[in-house]
């Protein structure tokens, strides 16, 4: 089964319907960065301290060009546990995605801590978008509500004015073959994360934000080897 996260009524309400209480209006994630020693990942919290870059823009600066992402969407996978991404799909698919708002995070707050791992992670994607109004919130969030029902694949949403972070994982999943079950990044969440950068760019969110910039975080990108040194690092027992 996927992570399940439900969208709040209240998070669809205009901002001069909601209540003051912060928690009432945000479809919490209450997770907390992990730290590493690595340099390969952003333990930042992605909505803070990040430079605004137009959607659709490319602010990678990688010189390599990539296809267009509506040209790679994944097919639909069957089954589970579903299995990581490997290194031919993370060779595929991340860097259009990274060059398109989507990073890579790990996270402390959707795994139960053990005595050899009191600081369990998952890795996962996630993308922060800054609307011009709370109606293109309203339109991006019930549109995104359609897709996780579409899809059977529920992402995690925190939802603050006008900007919104998506955060996706696959919670049954597996690294390799014949090993433990381990939630982590799938072909499930690289799909629905071009699906989601599909509805954003439809033009009735455009024509809705009536001209005014929809934008992205931009954030740095990692090769496969740093994405395995960085899984090595958050994923190893203690001592080790």
Not at 32 to 55: C, E, I, M, N
Not at 155 to 160: D, E, S
Not at 185 to 192: C, G
């Amino acid at each position: 089964m996927l992570a399940v996260h439900s969208l709040r009524r209240s998070a669809l309400l205009p901002r001069s319907a909601r209540t003051r209480s912060f928690p009432l209006h945000l479809i919490n994630i209450a997770s907390r960065p992990f730290s590493t020693s690595t340099t390969a990942l952003d333990a930042k919290d992605a909505t803070l301290g990040a430079a605004y870059v137009r959607h659709g823009s490319i602010a990678s600066s990688a010189s390599r060009q990539y296809p267009p992402l509506n040209t790679l969407l994944p097919d639909r996978v069957s089954g589970w546990p579903t299995p990581w991404i490997t290194a031919e799909d993370f060779e595929r698919y991340m860097g259009v995605l990274n060059g398109n708002g989507w990073g890579i995070r790990f996270s402390s707050a959707h795994s139960k801590p053990s005595k050899s791992h009191p600081s369990r992670v998952v890795p996962e994607l996630l993308k922060t978008y800054h609307f011009g109004s709370d109606e293109c919130v309203v339109k991006f969030v019930e549109d995104l509500k359609e897709l996780m029902s579409e899809e059977n694949h529920h992402c995690i949403l925190r939802v603050a004015n006008t900007q919104v972070t998506i955060y996706t994982h696959t919670h049954s999943a597996r690294p390799a073959l014949g090993s433990k079950n381990a939630p982590g990044i799938t072909l499930r969440d690289v799909r629905f994360a071009i699906l989601v950068d599909s509805l954003h760019s439809t033009e009735s969110v455009a024509r809705d934000a009536g001209g005014a910039s929809s934008s992205h975080v931009q954030f740095p990108g990692l090769t496969w080897d740093e994405y395995q040194n960085s899984i090595r690092t958050t994923m190893a027992p203690v001592g080790v």
